[in-house]
């Protein structure tokens, strides 16, 4: 028997309870907890063997080592077989307890863990779920105790702070904590805002991160509570990259919107304007107010299509833009061209929501256009049509003449020494001359014909329907109205022009053929005295080929040593002693043979070789004539020089140099001059030669009394010797008046300490008249034609020298 105190001592205990006889493993006492635990009546309970109850096998092999008296306690989790044949966990103690010193029982202790068991299968189930949350979120989350140890991160954190492999594999709160501070671009701000959170246990706080990476991340940090307290703390971390990014991009859509020079408005689907931007306002002369709400539909029209914006509205529909130009009328103000390009926004279902207009006015660039197109097809300066718009226009008459056999002229003209207006007035004056001679030749037209400035002071004229007498009559009225004198700023002054007219089809049948025709002919004016009007003829361009021809040749023949310089005595009238040699350029060419110096020294001088020959001139008659002085027969060598050649800048060194190089004393060199030179700008032309009388070298007029002669620049010059141009010595002795020019000559020059020299005397009648009037020398065929170096040393031992 179980004595009474333990029963009541069993029955009091929350636990149930079993106390068993050790051989038998019978259960002899339970308590009210054990037989409820068990689902059976006490009775059925008591004097059942343990054994019976348990269900694992680890408590069959505890109750047979009691009963062998192997085994007395045991603590651990099992199972307990109740009356319907269930299984429940229970929490089992068996301990070996004595009622008196010779009977030992079991005393069994059992805990139901079904309510404990279906709290951690719940607690596991939340927790999972949670994990799940966690791994889910968008957001890096941190969890760490009061203390600040990291309890837990997901995997989003890791990505935000790039966690390396080491820290994730292995727990290292202060190389995670150092790792994320080296993350950060201002780690010390960083820092101490985590140290403030640290030391506010309960502070909420929201703060923006940007990490080296180019992250921008959103922390936000909340305390986490147990019992009412602070327990640890939950940090939410959210990349706003992308975030930002949009926020910028919106930010400044919005303000391109407003200061985009374009309008915009943007209506519902309704077409009503729901915005505006200030473009739209400054276009539409409208104030925001008053555009908003109103209906897009009257903002354009166009005055062709009464139902333009019905065709807007079907292309919007179907293709969800239109683009194209459109009338816009502003209160009191003409219509103005606007280009539109207006877009349609449909939802997710394909409807439409709201459309958005861009437009903007063409004004500035239609005039911009007009503009270009003036430049291109007008000159600048007088308006007229240029080279690009005549082509059109005469390439339209060429064929309406082939279809109709029509006939038209094209009129080359330049104006005659427009240059000397430039020169002296300046380009700014002369550009309104140029602008009053447009207006007067163009007043000679008809409203059918065409001037064209080309450039500078060449005009070409296009005449509709004329022939050779209707060409003619024009020209005679263009040189009418050119003679009428010009007034500019109170000054009276006359421009000529020079006309060449070419016809169609007689002289060509293209516009380029035409005008270089009517040049041509315009060129034959000028060689023969300006102001007046040539028609073309065939001829003319086989002299000017002939021309281009020549002056290859001859600037060829330059640097191929074809050319050679020839010496013609100079001679005393007294005695027949030779005084001195002019140096005279020769040329024979493979092709033309001897070439007339006539010929090829006034084309030189109109294309400008001439510097280059007389250069060389210069260069080899200096170079023979020390030859002979420093063979002991020193003799003065005359040089003619161009007007161009005298005119070049280093003209006066050029000179010095020759004379140093060949080491000709300066007094053996004499240069011939034109009057032209002298008169051409006389104070540079004076210093000129006064810096060549300081060198030392000799000068003469050549040709005196040819052009237009001045006793002045012989009184201010320093010349030395006049030369009588072959002109008056041709009539000698017969012609009255060239024997009064010559003898006048002579007088003058002899009043004035002058040499004179005559040139072409070809009889020993006009060397006998010369001699009469007191000529010191002559030169000409009488004496010799030019010779070569070598030659001409023969005839200085046949005749002397000085």
Known sequence: ??????????????????????????????????????????????????????????????????????????????????????????????????????????????????????????LERLVAELRATLESTADGIMASDRQGRVRNYNRRFAEIWDLPEALMVRRNDPALFAHMAAAVVDGDSYEARLAEIAASPLLEADDELVLRSGRIVERRSLPQYQRGEASGRVFAFRDITQQVDSQARLRLAAKVFESSLDAIFITGADFRLLAANPSCERLTGIAQASLLGGSAKPFFHDPHDQGFFARIEQHLQADGFWEGEAQRRNAGQPARTVQVSWVLLRDEHGQPVNSICFFKDLSEKYAAQQRIETLAYRDVLTGLPNRLLLTQRVDFALRMAERSGGRFAVFFLDLDRFKNINDSMGHAFGDRVLVEVAARIDACLRDVDTLCRLGGDEFVVFLQEADAAGAEACAQRVLQAMADPFVLDGMNFSVGCSIGVALYPDDGKTLDDLIQFADTAMYRVKERGRGSFRFYQPQMNVDVLSRIKMDHAMRQGLQQGR?????????????????????????????????????????AEETGFIISIGNWVLEQAVRQAAAWQHAGRPIRVSVNVSALQFQQADFVSMVDDALRAAGLSAELLELELTESILLRDADEALERLHALARIGVAMSIDDFGTGYSSLSYLKRFPISRLKIDRSFVTGLPQDDSDRAIVSATIGMARALGLDVVAEGVETQAQADCLRELDCAAYQGFLCSPALPAEQFEHLMDTLGSE
């Open 1 to 122: 028997m179980i004595p009474a105190g333990y029963a009541l001592l069993i029955e009091a205990l929350i636990e149930a309870v079993w106390l068993v006889e050790p051989v038998s493993l019978r259960i002899v006492s339970v308590n009210q907890a054990a037989i409820t635990l068990a689902g059976v009546s006490r009775e059925d309970l008591q004097g059942r063997v343990a054994i019976e109850l348990t269900a694992t096998p680890e408590d069959h092999c505890f109750w047979e080592d009691v009963a062998a008296g192997l085994s007395h306690d045991i603590h651990s989790e099992t199972l307990l077989r109740t009356g319907d044949g269930v299984a429940i966990p229970v929490d089992r103690r068996v301990s070996r307890v004595w009622i008196d010193a010779a009977t030992p029982l079991y005393l069994v202790c059992l805990q139901d863990l079904r309510q404990q068991r279906r709290t951690e299968v719940e």
């Open 563 to 603: 050319f050679s310089v020839h010496f013609q005595p100079q001679v005393a009238l007294d005695g027949g002693r030779m005084i001195g040699a002019e140096a005279l350029a020769r040329w024979n060419d493979d092709e033309f043979g001897v070439v007339a110096p006539t010929a090829f020294i006034l084309l």
